[in-house]
């Protein structure tokens, strides 16, 4: 799986504060925030927009301040105390303190399956992790694309997964300057159908196509 885009990292910046808002905006939908993008504009320029509740401007909110830590933190290591940071600006005031920047110690239902995710253990989250980074025969597009299904179905967090798992994806994308995961909004629907058949049999392979055929934003350059 070759790298899309071969930008420098400051080329990928661009592409990404260039499009904040529709990746915001893509993200926060996937998650069943429902905002449209005027709404998101607004809400990530400062405004006040009537008529959302108090939690999806939160939400919103919450996403920008974790773009800029992705895009304004060059030199930090994609471990898992960057996880549980990222976890913490996007879940910050909408999830317990108690459950902000930590591993679940509570079972979850995923929507759409009967399948369970296993429980979390902090130890083997770190590996598992390690293991991923570490592939040099994989691109980092390929290994990015990877580490990203491996959070959402690893489920680790108590809410939050999906919009955690593609920030820290997009991190090693970017410092890379390999593009942006983004997921179109007529393509949701057949993303969550391929995520469902992931959780329940473990098997990346279809997902993991689809999104490097369908999912990868940037711009290409002329020699």
């Given at each position: 799986?070759?790298?899309?885009?071969?930008?420098?990292?400051?080329?990928n910046?661009f592409?990404?504060?260039?499009?904040?808002?529709?990746?915001?905006?893509?993200?926060?939908?996937?998650?069943?925030?429902?905002?449209?993008?005027?709404?998101?504009?607004a809400?990530?320029?400062?405004?006040?927009?009537?008529?959302?509740?108090?939690?999806?401007?939160?939400?919103?909110?919450?996403?920008?301040?974790?773009?800029?830590?992705?895009?304004?933190?060059?030199?930090?290591?994609?471990?898992?105390?960057?996880?549980?940071?990222?976890?913490?600006?996007?879940?910050?005031?909408?999830?317990?303190?108690?459950?902000?920047?930590?591993i679940?110690?509570?079972?979850?239902?995923?929507?759409?399956?009967?399948?369970?995710?296993?429980f979390?253990?902090?130890?083997?989250?770190?590996?598992?992790?390690?293991?991923?980074?570490?592939?040099?025969?994989?691109?980092?597009?390929?290994?990015?694309?990877?580490?990203?299904?491996?959070?959402?179905?690893?489920?680790?967090?108590?809410?939050?997964?999906?919009?955690?798992?593609m920030?820290?994806?997009?991190k090693?994308?970017?410092?890379?300057?390999?593009?942006?995961?983004?997921?179109?909004?007529?393509?949701?629907?057949?993303?969550?159908?391929?995520?469902i058949?992931?959780?329940?049999?473990?098997d990346?392979?279809?997902?993991?196509?689809?999104?490097?055929?369908?999912?990868?934003?940037?711009?290409?350059?002329n020699?």
């Amino acid at each position: 799986m070759e790298n899309k885009f071969n930008l420098t990292r400051e080329q990928n910046i661009f592409v990404a504060k260039r499009n904040i808002v529709d990746y915001i905006w893509k993200s926060a939908n996937l998650e069943g925030i429902g905002v449209t993008y005027p709404e998101t504009q607004a809400i990530y320029d400062g405004g006040v927009v009537n008529g959302l509740t108090v939690d999806n401007i939160i939400a919103i909110n919450n996403l920008k301040y974790a773009w800029q830590f992705v895009l304004e933190n060059e030199g930090i290591e994609y471990d898992y105390k960057a996880l549980c940071q990222i976890h913490k600006l996007t879940c910050d005031k909408l999830v317990l303190d108690e459950n902000l920047g930590r591993i679940r110690t509570t079972p979850v239902n995923i929507g759409g399956t009967k399948w369970t995710p296993q429980f979390p253990i902090e130890s083997q989250i770190k590996e598992e992790l390690e293991n991923l980074l570490n592939q040099p025969t994989k691109t980092k597009t390929e290994i990015a694309i990877e580490i990203m299904l491996w959070i959402m179905r690893r489920q680790m967090f108590i809410d939050g997964n999906k919009r955690v798992a593609m920030l820290f994806a997009n991190k090693i994308l970017i410092d890379n300057g390999c593009g942006i995961i983004t997921i179109a909004q007529d393509l949701q629907i057949t993303f969550f159908e391929k995520l469902i058949k992931f959780y329940e049999t473990g098997d990346n392979t279809d997902l993991k196509e689809w999104i490097y055929d369908n999912c990868i934003d940037g711009i290409s350059l002329n020699n």
